[in-house]
């Protein structure tokens, strides 16, 4: 469950330039601005696929129309052949930051994701199990401005599980946490991954955490996006690229390619 | 410094401050106690028209016009802001009228609401109703175009229903605006009920204030300046104690 398949996927939108002026003071023309062009990627049931890419490339743009949060101008997405074209419990979306609802406890939040069962015993075990699983035990009722970064992310992550979804999409899940905090939700990721089997898709602006925790590594160029590399990733967990040479390799030929010549 | 002294010190003293004020002007000013009467006079009258029943009874008057009103205005204004913020269409169609009647002062509206209501509560009620529902409409919009689209894409990928969405991501995101426009709009509809009781009724704070005028009393003008004041304190207080619903509603009660 969980295959992929995205065929010549096209996305443009116009930009309103109207209230800019040109040098003779005349109001700019529209423009559009095509963010995917002729996108054609495939991944495999249960893969964790890592996207890297520079800024502004159309990373999340990608993320949200697999989503179905938005529509592609032409192409189109297949789940196990099935057009994706809404959003659907399906398929959960891991935000950046702040995607728990805020007036809602930690219980509340992730109860959203089975709210429609019916055995209430059931679904107070559930949650909890989930509220266990993510070591938020004794936050239950917090509100999400209460928890730290990384326990919010730990928070929508148990509401993004607990739904038992074929497809985790993540933009960014690791973006703004400390140091220790990153290394220890990778890790953490990383065995959910190994011990759910769910597919992820994973965008992130780190090179290090696509080659840790990847089964794919795809890279995007910048806008319009186009695909760079689309590598399968065959090294065991845990990974480290200081030690692998293949992977160190790889490490090089990515920085290369992302425009710094040599690696950090 | 911060003092340890407990805030009401404070209050109090300014008050007893503005007190005194009050009474060396009345006393020295050369108007007569006609004229400009000191507190003690005041209290003597206040102590008087209640006794009498008359404050209370006209106090009750003008409460309960502007709580038709301003109920009125949350009932009809609250749900159309929540229709407008959702809906670009209806907003655009809606909102240039809105804008364009929003500046007329209730008060304008005198002349027009008599003839329509007649004499009698009605023509006030829909003062009060016109001075908050124009603010609670437009505070209403803002606030739910503010939400965080996030939250609707949230709403998108768990399934909600429609109903949900209204309970589970609009009502609350858009508490705490919606409390403040409510502090801000009952102290609007507090003047502006003072100021229509001049004009169509026979009863109420602003009717006790201009009938004791045209008797020459201006104690009793005072009497009622005053309650009018106390009564504005005890509404926003009463308005106050729904951030209680807000901090609730976000969770933020705990961090006072």
């Not at chain 1, 739904?163 to 220890?184: A, R």
């Not at chain 1, 190994?194 to 597919?199: E, N, R, S």
Request: one cysteine or more; a negative charge; proline letters at 6%.
């Amino acid at each position: 469950m969980g295959h992929i398949l995205i065929e010549n996927l096209n996305k443009e939108f116009i930009e309103r330039r109207q209230h800019k002026r040109d040098k003779e003071g005349r109001p700019e023309s529209d423009r559009t601005v095509t963010v995917l062009e002729d996108l054609d990627l495939e991944f495999e049931a249960g893969e964790m696929v890592c996207i890297l890419g520079p800024s502004g490339c159309g990373k999340s743009t990608l993320l949200r129309i697999i989503a179905g949060f938005e529509q592609p101008s032409s192409g189109r997405v297949l789940q196990d052949g099935r057009q994706l074209s809404k959003p659907s419990p399906d398929n959960i979306f891991v935000y950046q930051h702040n995607g728990l609802l805020p007036w809602m406890t930690v219980w509340q939040n992730i109860e959203l994701g089975i709210r429609r069962l019916e055995d209430p015993v059931e679904q107070e075990e559930t949650i909890q199990e989930y509220i266990d699983m993510v070591e938020l035990e004794g936050f239950e009722h917090h509100y999400p401005h209460q928890l730290s970064g990384g326990m919010q992310r730990r928070a929508e992550l148990a509401r993004a599980l607990v739904v038992n979804p074929e497809m985790l999409i993540m933009d960014e899940p690791f973006s703004g946490l400390d140091f220790l905090t990153h290394m220890k939700m990778r890790e953490e990721v990383v065995n959910m991954h190994l011990y759910l089997g769910k597919t992820i898709l994973l965008v992130t602006h780190n090179i290090d955490d696509a080659l840790i925790m990847g089964d794919r590594v795809v890279i995007l160029s910048g806008r319009p996006a186009q695909v760079k590399l689309n590598r399968k990733l065959d090294f065991p967990h845990p990974r480290d690229p200081k030690t692998a040479p293949k992977l160190q390799e790889l490490r090089e030929e990515i920085f290369f390619m992302l425009g710094v010549s040599y690696a950090v | 410094m911060e003092s340890s002294k407990p805030a009401f010190i404070y209050t109090a003293a300014a008050f007893l401050g503005a007190l005194a004020l009050w009474e060396l002007t009345a006393r020295f000013s050369g108007w007569s106690a006609q004229i400009f009467p000191g507190p003690g006079a005041v209290l003597a009258s206040l102590i008087e028209l209640t006794g009498n029943g008359t404050l209370i009874r006209h106090s009750i008057a003008s409460l309960y016009r502007v709580t038709a009103g301003f109920y009125l205005a949350m009932f009809l204004g609250i749900p159309l802001g929540m229709c407008l913020g959702r809906c670009k269409p209806l907003r655009l169609m809606i909102n240039p009228v809105i804008h364009f009647l929003r500046p007329i002062s209730p008060l304008a509206w005198i002349p027009l609401s008599m003839l329509w209501f007649g004499i009698g509560d009605l023509p006030a009620i829909f003062l009060i109703f016109l001075s908050s529902f124009f603010p609670l409409l437009v505070a209403t919009t803002i606030a739910v175009r503010s939400i965080n689209p996030v939250y609707f894409q949230v709403a998108n990928n768990f399934n909600f229903s429609r109903l949900e969405s209204f309970t589970k991501i609009m009502v609350p995101a858009t508490i705490p605006a919606i409390v403040t426009a409510l502090r801000l709009s009952i102290t609007i509809a507090w003047l502006v009920v003072v100021a229509a009781e001049m004009i169509a009724v026979q009863s109420g704070l602003g009717y006790l204030i201009l009938d004791s005028r045209n008797a020459l009393r201006m104690d009793y003008v005072m009497v009622g300046m005053v309650v009018i004041g106390v009564i504005g304190l005890l509404l926003d207080y009463i308005m106050r104690q729904l951030m209680n619903i807000e901090s609730a509603a976000w969770g933020t009660l705990g961090h006072k």
